[in-house]
């Protein structure tokens, strides 16, 4: 059995999709058991089929707009996300799943499960949708402002192994987001990335790679430091916003617009869904001792269900090992 | 008279749109008058209308790809490109307008043109959409990867005076682009940023902005050194690219879908338009000592036109001028 520890009270909709998202994961997904981590009047009374799942009753809760992280986890151990965090650390469960404020999970991930020995910087790694229907692995979307290069290539070894074992994808290719394609552009930081990731023989290195085809990228893993990542995210997230205000102001001019978007009502839906972080899953936290997948603060039940059902393919196919050993053997 | 450059050979639909842009702008703006730079029996075919236009015969091309764009101006001192900067330079021509290649232009514009002396260094600054109907300044879009916070102050004027200018708002508002909105968020250079701005009198400084706002900023300009920003305007560019894929992949499924994408054509062009550079101008290269615009290397004649306007409304107003006397003002 797997075991998930679920931050019931973290995100916009918490605990209500949570609780509705962990019941969804029971019925799914035979091999894992859930500890829900929550106020336990509040949980129990939403928590309609108990099968495979144990509460655990924490006081408080993180806020989502936190603005100093590591001080709130500090003075709330008896938080959801705190308490969520602690069993993984202490070996009682194998994952976390929390849509809570992204900072503090980082935060309290790394004071309260630890760093992987081998892995010297995490990364937060969310996933983006391609035209083609797949999911390209953006890394580090906000953890490290300032990284060395060398650091740069434990998170893509981490990425890689993640593709492979948790995407199935037989050879992930792995690209490096810059401002052109040519070898030599961008900043010195890109320029030794470029090199190294060039000469080693785990990556199949696909070289520069602009976000002018971020949405259709020759590659399964996009990476960067933790500033442009981050940066490449919320644009990504901005465009995307803002391109859907302009559809609608747009659809709905005229009779014959008018109808024609009533008519499209069904398919924009589903477009709209296609680019939900919602229907995708969770980031990875890279990096840690224990197992730890945000999924989105915005979470509906099966949004979060699919944050548990990634952490669970995680634990399944031993990552956190694999990634260990690879990055062991190369820097050994 | 505004004495306008036209480099008539550069860019993906050169010379048929940028010979019929040119002949727009005259019919449209009195005041001006246009030096058209290319291969002379070629232009001299396509030009239906010479009224207030020269041709200047020039030789070669300065190709749209060109990996080296010093070398390139270099040796081709008769390519359409160098010899429009070349009058702006000697003083017989106010601006030159070119759709050619970007990097190109950006070196033969500082070799050709030379640099502002108040200025320390260029910054290419487009214009991106906002869901308003308005329109943003992104700089420094792909001028300098490696920048000091002074010159970037610098640049804010210069954004500062031309967002006031040219595009008419009484009182422009800049934002810093960054990962977070609190002070203190990204790099060092930011911090050192955020601070020079807001203890500055001139400008209006709204704090960061994080590019999750990027097409709905609270401010007029966005600012960022010369890599975040081209990473900025190019994820904004692939998202905007992708989108539009998946949309037409999603509106036109089932029967009802497809006739509710037919009844919609005319607004999704209308969309489509309004998130095309093309019909909001050109780029303006900042801190040289003539103006000189980038037009979109895929412009039509309208999109050139729209460049040409711009050029017209940037020496009607005198914005170099008024540039030079605040860096000087503020740096003596």
Known sequence: MIKIAVDAMGGDYAPKEQIEGAML???????IEITLFGDEPTVKSLLTNDERITVVHT????????KDPISAIRSNR????AMALTVVRKGDCDAVVSSGATQALIAGAHILVGRLKAMKRTAIAPLI??????????????GNIEI???????????AHIYAHEVMGIAEPKIGLVNIGTEAGKGRDLDQEVYKMFEQDKILNFVGNVEPKDVLDPPCDILISDGFTANIVMKT?????KGIGKMLKQELSRGILGKLGLVLSLGNLKRFKSRLSAEEIGGAMIYGLR?????????SKAVGFYNGIRQAAVICRNDVLAK???????EFE
Chains 1, 2 share one sequence.
């Open 129 to 142: 949708p391609t035209v083609r229907g797949t999911n390209t692995i953006l890394l580090d979307a906000g």
């Open 25 to 31: 994961a029971i019925r799914k997904i035979p091999d």
């Open 236 to 240: 990504v997230e901005g465009t995307a």
């Open 323 to 329: 990634v260990t050993a690879v990055i062991e053997k």
């Open 148 to 158: 060395k290069p060398e650091y740069m290539l434990h998170q893509a070894y981490f």
């Open 59 to 66: 006081e408080g809760v993180i806020a989502m707009g936190e």
């Open 78 to 81: 008896k938080s959801s996300m």
């Open 290 to 298: 224990g197992v730890v997948v945000k999924a989105q603060g915005a």
